[in-house]
């Protein structure tokens, strides 16, 4: 037989960072394991990297979707320094990593060594004004409730006001919390999203005995911080976007830009048939659909109608940013964090903003500040203008903007946040085996294991691992 016979192919439907990601570790592999494979990635729109997007204008940066990832979890800080990028990574402004909550219209810093619901220190807890002295006191009770003892799953608010009463929740731990998942947390599955203060439960019978144990053992991630622990967080110099396009690069022999899959069959002889809206027909081994679940739903559905109910259950949000550029003088706030966040009883439009220029160097010229604002499920008809306009109300006497912004970009994310909500688990594990009764197949994404860069990376290279087990 020859070689051109022996040679496997596979296609990755979807441009974001989990299909580049699926598609590079497919080439990488198979070439280390001495398998003649050719990859195709198949993208709708003109561009790849999906959500991550980096803008840069008059001097400024600005970053259209996310602005950084967590290094905690490997995937993406171990593909960079595959790349030869890490040498490009930047943190955040060591000098002021702390955040704020706003509490009836007025910024206040989250306490030194709290994290997301519960605190780590009682000193700085017991000074601040975000809490009332009853709602304190039943945060400091966590210390005696006993540990649920049921292993079913339960959403997060549940949680939070279960160990630290409502005030917890609705005071810090709700606008951290839908900060990160754009989500309610009355449906947020704490299984799929927080397991480690499930762990913390279990394992020390109080999060805020876990959270003093952790402090005690890695003071030197913790000590001098509020909210999320801001050392771990990193991105690059130039952007999020050299992550995209040194991927692209690298695999820019594979991509089909405007290649958009009208449908998929499986056939006994060819493997994976793959029709594109052009006329276009794609024969392969191998198919990964690294897709929303929803969009990997409605192209499985001729394929396995079981597996495609168990994808479209999985809902998604819209979201949108907003990047403000100012010049530093028209904002009196000294804007001496990283950003704020918005309980939902204060109100407003947006969920929280961050101080780009302040979180990262080189994000503004001199003299000048970048503003993101995020705001959580716009409507659908909302315009930019619209968008625009709420948001600089909101802001406005919270951050003391006495002038107009010199340019404002606003990007809307339509349906690109997917919602882990209670048995999120126990979808993806039944998602999980229909995929795997479908000869050469795998779905990847933000769908199932997590939303962050890191998680998606780690979805596409699993996929693509399992893809070539399989062969």
């Known amino acids: 037989m020859s070689e051109k016979a022996e040679r496997k192919r596979a296609i990755v439907i979807g441009g974001g960072i989990t299909g580049l ?157 839908g900060g990160i998942y754009t989500s309610d947390a009355e449906n947020l599955s704490l299984k799929a999203t927080f397991p480690r203060f499930l762990e913390m439960e279990n394992t020390h019978g109080s999060i805020i005995k876990a959270l003093r144990a952790q402090r005690k053992q890695a003071a030197e991630t913790s000590q001098g911080t509020s909210g999320p622990r801001y050392s771990l967080f990193l991105s690059f110099k130039s952007g999020m976007q050299t992550l995209v396009d040194t991927l692209t690069e690298v695999v820019s022999d594979c991509i089909r830009l405007d290649a958009s899959v009208e449908g998929i069959e499986h056939t006994h002889d060819t493997g994976w048939r793959v029709s594109l809206a052009n006329g276009e027909v794609f024969n392969s081994e191998l198919l990964c659909l690294a897709l929303p679940a929803r969009q990997a739903g409605a192209l499985v559905e001729n394929v396995s109608v079981p597996l495609a109910t ?105 349906q690109a946040m997917a919602q882990y909500q209670v048995g999120h688990q126990d979808v993806v594990s039944t998602v999980e085996r229909l995929a795997n009764e479908l000869p050469g197949f795998a779905v990847a994404g933000n769908g199932y294991y997590g939303v962050g860069i890191p998680d998606c990376i780690r979805s596409g290279e699993a996929a693509a691992l399992a893809l070539l087990d399989r062969l």
């Open 21 to 177: 990601a699926a598609c590079y570790r497919l080439q990488r592999e198979a070439a280390a394991r001495d398998i003649p494979l050719d990859v195709t990635l198949l993208e709708a729109t003109t561009r790849v990297g999906g959500v991550i997007r980096t803008e840069h204008r008059d001097g400024f940066l600005l970053e259209h979707g996310p602005d950084a990832f967590l290094s905690t979890k490997p995937a993406a800080k171990t593909l960079c320094e595959e790349l030869g990028i890490a040498d490009q990574f930047i943190g955040t402004n060591p000098k002021l990593r702390q955040s704020f909550v706003l509490r009836n219209g007025e910024l206040h810093p989250v306490p030194e060594s709290f994290y997301l619901m519960a605190p780590g220190a009682f000193k700085p807890f017991l000074k601040s004004p975000l809490f009332s002295w009853h709602g304190k006191l039943r945060m400091a009770m966590e210390l005696f409730i006993p540990r649920r003892g049921r292993d079913t799953d339960e959403a997060v608010a549940h949680f939070v006001r279960r160990r630290l009463g409502t005030e917890a929740f609705t005071r810090i731990a709700q606008p951290m919390i």
């Open 310 to 414: 168990q994808v479209k259950a999985i809902p998604y949000a819209s979201s949108a940013t907003v990047n403000l550029a100012f010049r530093r003088a028209d904002v009196t706030h000294p804007l001496d964090g990283m950003g704020f966040v918005v309980p939902a009883p204060e109100n407003l439009s947006i969920i929280g903003c961050s101080f780009s220029s302040v979180k990262f160097e080189g994000r503004a010229p001199t003299e000048h500040v970048l503003l993101r604002a995020f705001i959580g499920e716009p409507k659908s008809k909302q315009s930019e203008s619209e968008l625009l306009e709420l948001c600089q109300a909101d802001l406005t006497p919270i951050l003391g903007i006495k002038g107009p912004p010199q340019f404002t970009v606003v990007s809307k994310h339509p």
